[in-house]
T-cell receptor, first 116, second 111 residues
């Protein structure tokens, strides 16, 4: 089992450019989460999928952010027209479906985005 | 809005000392998780507590979930330099799979 992987690990872009990040969850996990973490803070929830369905989306996710999980396996997070405030670590996590309270998440190493 | 506040925010102690980190909220959570995060890496799950009053032990780490399921604590006995890291609690309210993370406690254990 290779764990959750994210690509790229680092991304530097200029303000106004679009960026896309990929997350490959643990193979049998059907739930996938995206979080954003800024320096010195805990991760902030962005969205989550169960299989290919996007079930919840944070108000933090503006119209410039979109996430997909087309076949219920890997997921992509796209940020359009990046702003300097988007600079952060973007974390992906996956888990098996269980009752509330048993949803143990396994995190990837994150993608660090720097917007110049 | 659900919030999880952790205290202290920063803790620097000598090897061998004991410490306790607190995670508090005014909201009830169906479960609460504790993670440790190293710089430049994703959080790693340490434990999940589900039942009010539950105590779980993981070697030198003891985790407790409050009776009302609104708070939790992490106690480390005889801290070692390898315990250094950012400790995060995360909770999910009943009926939701959206996890709220705490503000984090940055621990440094000096040799």
């Amino acid at each position: 089992d290779t764990g959750v992987s994210q690509d790229p690990r680092h991304k530097i872009t200029k303000r106004g450019q679009n960026v896309t990040f990929r997350c490959d969850p643990i193979s049998e996990h059907n739930r996938l989460y995206w979080y954003r973490q800024t320096l010195g803070q805990g991760p902030e929830f962005l969205t989550y999928f169960q299989n290919e369905a996007q079930l919840e989306k944070s108000r933090l996710l503006s119209d410039r952010f979109s996430a997909e999980r087309p076949k219920g396996s890997f997921s992509t997070l796209e940020i359009q027209r990046t702003e300097q405030g988007d600079s952060a670590m973007y974390l992906c996590a996956s888990s098996l479906v269980g009752g509330p309270g048993y949803n143990e998440q396994f995190f990837g190493p994150g993608t660090r985005l720097t917007v110049l | 809005t659900q919030l999880l506040e952790q205290s202290p925010q920063f803790l620097s102690i000598q090897e061998g000392e004991n410490l306790t980190v607190y995670c508090n909220s005014s909201s009830v959570f169906s479960s609460l998780q504790w993670y440790r995060q190293e710089p430049g890496e994703g959080p790693v799950l340490l434990v999940t507590v589900v039942t009010g009053g539950e105590v779980k032990k993981l070697k030198r780490l003891t985790f407790q979930f409050g009776d009302a399921r609104k708070d939790s604590s992490l106690h480390i006995t005889a801290a070692q330099p390898g315990d250094t890291g950012l400790y995060l609690c995360a909770g999910a309210a009943s009926g939701t799979y959206k996890y709220i993370f705490g503000t984090g406690t940055r621990l440094k254990v000096l040799a």
